[in-house]
């Protein structure tokens, strides 16, 4: 991130996607974790995340990135 090279905007989107997936991940196991805190009868499955899910994260941060 420090790097001073401009990347293109193909690179970017890539690093986005990147950053989106371990976004998605890291919800998804934090629901599991707090699934697996609860009693046993009580825990309900944890859906996986969607291509939809990583796209939708992904577009949140080229916006962001975009803004001035």
């Not at 690093?15 to 697996?36: K, Q, S």
């Not at 996986?48 to 962001?64: G, H, M, R, S, W």
């Amino acid at each position: 991130m420090g790097d001073n090279n401009n990347k293109s905007g193909y690179e970017l989107r890539s690093d986005l996607l990147g950053m989106a997936i371990g976004l998605c991940e890291g919800r998804v196991a934090r629901l599991c974790e707090n699934e697996h805190l609860k009693p046993e009868g009580q825990r309900q499955p944890v859906n996986p995340y969607t291509t939809e899910d990583v796209l939708f994260e992904a577009e949140k941060l080229y916006n962001f990135v975009q803004k001035k």
